[in-house]
């Protein structure tokens, strides 16, 4: 996939194959690897923030015409092959003691999975699970487990872990720590419960979490990328109607295309076309009229629909403001525990909503055509320069995508170089902090 350049902004206007596409959308457990971890003589790893978006979860409830509406998806872990059904029965016995010992908020209790035949509304399936687990597995092997990172100690007291109120969040952070830690010490993890703007007034020094400009327009951009519809630039129906015309009879068209379904936009019925496409769930797409229709050729078109609309969106002047605003807290976060006073903690890990993570990784300018994966991950490592004593050196930072590093987007990084110095980084966030305080509060600094 060629990148291209413009204006700071990382765009793609070039596809891979049909087929690592959809590959890549449904991030198969198997095929989890990336750059993280890596170790750099002269420099010791300080810190590590993970801002994760949930696993496949069941969203069949966002197809609302009664006509189309598609089955729930299983949630009975014995659907899966022999060896991941393992997997899956070890997790569910680590989740019910980790609940039974009552360590997350009790808020987060009532998002508790439970592996029952049938998915519950946003529930995470099993593939959903498996790839957590697999990612979990991957810190593991990157971050824990390597003598080179003494810091990063594969024990409950080092890691702050934290999640937004939704069921496919705190059962993606469950399937990442059954991954990623020991069973005695998945026992002992708290769980802490986070806004869903991820903004903490006292971690980020603000007067409020609360801004006009943000709720104005939050409307308009929750709705643009849950729907594939927003007041600025709109995708049109007409265009899943040219392309089933093109592969479908006029007898199909006739029966099933109506004016009424044609108000799913691509990117909702892609979603939905996946989510029996990823695990091969295919007992339960047999029992939806549609699923049959979506040969890869056409997911592929889909996929490509979906992919044009979300650059649309990702690149108009109006969400990216709004993407910096949003991502803002966020990040002073991540530079305040990156330059605050040494901690037993030094691995945090937030678990929001894909839109979040979007929101974040525009302000960071990381746009590209495409539809974001499902458990998608971005990583920033916080890295010292030794200089023979514990503490006063420089600091460094790295920020990974899906395991390939996008430090090279800060203005002052370049790929020639393996590890950034950190004041570039606080010199982009400060600037967002005097939009903020500007547009939210109509300070001027």
């Known amino acids: 996939m060629a990148d291209q350049f413009m204006g700071g902004v990382s765009g793609s206007r070039e596809m891979s194959t049909g087929q690592d596409q959809l590959d890549g959308y449904c991030n198969q457990p198997e095929l989890v690897t990336g750059h993280e971890g890596e170790s750099f003589p002269g420099y010791s790893l300080r810190m590590v923030q993970v801002l994760m978006s949930p696993g496949q979860s069941d969203i069949s409830h966002i197809m609302k015409h009664t006509s189309h509406i598609p089955p729930s998806m299983s949630c009975d872990p014995s659907v899966m092959g022999t060896m991941q059904s393992d997997q899956l029965a070890s997790l ?27 998915c519950a509304r946003d529930h995470l399936s099993p593939h959903g699970f498996l790839q957590l687990v697999s990612i979990g597995n991957h810190f593991k092997e990157s971050y824990l487990n390597k003598l080179e990172h003494k810091r990063m100690k594969p024990v409950y007291s080092s890691l702050h872990v934290e999640t937004i109120e939704s069921s496919a969040a705190y059962q993606s952070v469950l399937g990442l720590l059954h991954g990623m830690v020991a069973k005695n010490q998945f026992n002992k993890m708290k769980i802490q419960k986070i806004t869903r703007q991820m903004c903490d007034t006292y971690d980020a020094k603000l007067p409020s979490c609360s801004c006009g400009r943000i709720r104005d327009l939050s409307p308009f951009f929750t709705q643009a990328i849950a729907t594939g519809r ?64 979506f040969t890869r050729e056409i997911l592929h078109n889909l996929y490509n629909l979906s992919a044009d609309y979300l650059y649309s969106l990702y690149t108009d002047p109006i969400y990216q403001s709004f993407a910096r605003l949003k991502a803002y807290p966020f990040l002073q976060q991540v530079v305040n525990r990156a330059t605050g006073p040494s901690t037993n903690q030094s691995m945090f890990v937030s678990f929001g909503d894909l839109n979040f993570l979007q929101y974040v990784r525009t302000s960071l300018s990381y746009i590209k055509r495409e539809s974001p994966k499902l458990a998608s991950r971005l990583i920033f490592e916080i890295f010292q320069k030794n200089n023979g004593q514990k503490a006063g050196g420089e600091l460094f930072f790295r920020i990974l995508n899906d395991g390939e590093e996008i430090s090279n987007l800060i203005q002052g990084c370049s790929k020639a170089i393996k590890l950034c110095p950190l004041r570039n980084l606080i010199s982009m966030v400060s600037d967002f902090r005097k939009d903020f305080l500007h547009q939210c509060f109509q300070f001027s600094l």
Do not use: I
């Open 230 to 293: 927003h007041a600025f630039k709109n995708t049109s129906p007409h265009d899943l109607e040219t392309l089933f015309k093109t592969h479908l009879n006029s007898t199909w068209l006739d029966t099933h295309l109506n004016s009424t379904w044609l108000d799913t936009t691509s990117l909702q019925l892609f979603r939905v076309a996946m989510q029996y496409q990823c695990p091969a769930d295919k007992a339960h797409c047999q029992d939806w009229s549609l699923c049959n229709m």
């Open 92 to 118: 569910k016995q680590s989740v019910m003691e980790h609940a039974n010992l009552g360590r997350s908020h009790p808020d987060l209790k009532r998002f508790l999975p439970t592996f029952t035949g049938t």
